[in-house]
């Protein structure tokens, strides 16, 4: 457990899959979430959990592929709850196809949402936290940034160009006391995975030294560390979260 209560977490994609997850573990080590996504049902029951289980957050709806959406909610945000101190940028999709088949809309659609959106996010919660002289920002990415993977080019450089604008906000934003930083993790059991069909997950799983799939909790924890005083004295990093797949 790490202290976050009088913290004010936002995390994008909290409806479902890890950024529950994320959303859940932050409320449980104190803080108040902003959970944010398209689907207002349910992200709305996310934050109602969260309540239901003593702790406190808000559902927020917003189509994050949209930069003046994204402003929005942050101005939002820190209008109604007075800071932000942490910024989670999670959501992401998946528009996967060969690299000569792929249309320039998926390409589009995927840097929308896994990389344009958490810039505009960032640029939008750094002017509150420079002024607070404090700050957490986290940015969800992917082993696949790191290693590449065929039929996901759109995936892996938005999932890469993720690790480049953590190190950059890192650096630009360290001696204002905001840390920026990665997480990458490799096969997590979502609705994201599960598309994958068993056969192809069999064959992943034999990719993996510890020999599972990871569950939301395994990313989830080390959101709740990275987001924690503890962790002052680490930015610009990007952590695999991939049961040593990527070593
Ligand atoms: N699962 C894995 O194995 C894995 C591995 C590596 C990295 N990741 C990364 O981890 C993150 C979460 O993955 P996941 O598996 O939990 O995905 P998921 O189950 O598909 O959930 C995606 C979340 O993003 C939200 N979202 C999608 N488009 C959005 C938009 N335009 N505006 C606002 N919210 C939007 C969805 O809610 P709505 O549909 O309601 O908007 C949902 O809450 C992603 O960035 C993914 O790339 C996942």
């Not at 932050?26 to 398209?38: D, I, K, M, Q, T």
């Not at 996310?46 to 239901?52: E, H, S």
């Not at 080019?153 to 920026?180: C, D, Q, V």
């Amino acid at each position: 457990m790490f202290d976050l209560s009088g913290k004010v977490a936002l995390v994008t994609g909290a409806s479902r899959g890890i950024g529950c997850g994320i959303a859940k573990t932050l409320a449980e080590n104190g803080a108040h979430v902003v959970c944010v996504s398209r689907n207002v049902s349910d992200v709305q029951s996310v934050a109602d959990k969260i309540t239901a289980a003593g702790g406190t957050a808000t559902a927020v709806a917003c189509d994050i592929s949209d930069s003046d959406n994204v402003s929005k909610l942050i101005k939002e945000t820190v209008a109604t709850h007075d800071h932000l101190d942490i910024l989670v940028n999670n959501a992401g999709v998946t528009r996967d196809n060969l690299l000569m088949r792929m249309s320039e809309d998926d390409w589009n659609t995927v840097l929308n949402i896994n990389l344009k959106a958490a810039f505009i996010a960032i640029k939008a919660a750094a002017r509150t936290m420079i002024k607070q002289r404090n700050g957490r920002i986290i940015n969800i990415s992917s082993v696949v940034g790191l290693m590449g993977n065929a039929g996901q080019a759109n995936y892996a450089a938005s999932k890469a160009g993720l690790i480049g604008l953590t190190k950059s906000t890192a650096r630009e934003l360290a001696s204002r006391g905001i840390t920026a930083n990665c997480i990458a993790p490799g096969y997590v059991a979502t609705d994201m995975t599960n598309e994958l069909g068993d056969e192809v997950q069999q064959s992943l799983i034999e990719q993996i030294p510890l020999g599972r799939m990871g569950q939301v909790e395994d990313i989830a924890s080390a959101v709740a560390f990275l987001a924690s005083d503890e962790a002052a004295y680490i930015t610009g990093q990007t952590l695999a979260i991939d049961g040593g797949m990527v070593m």
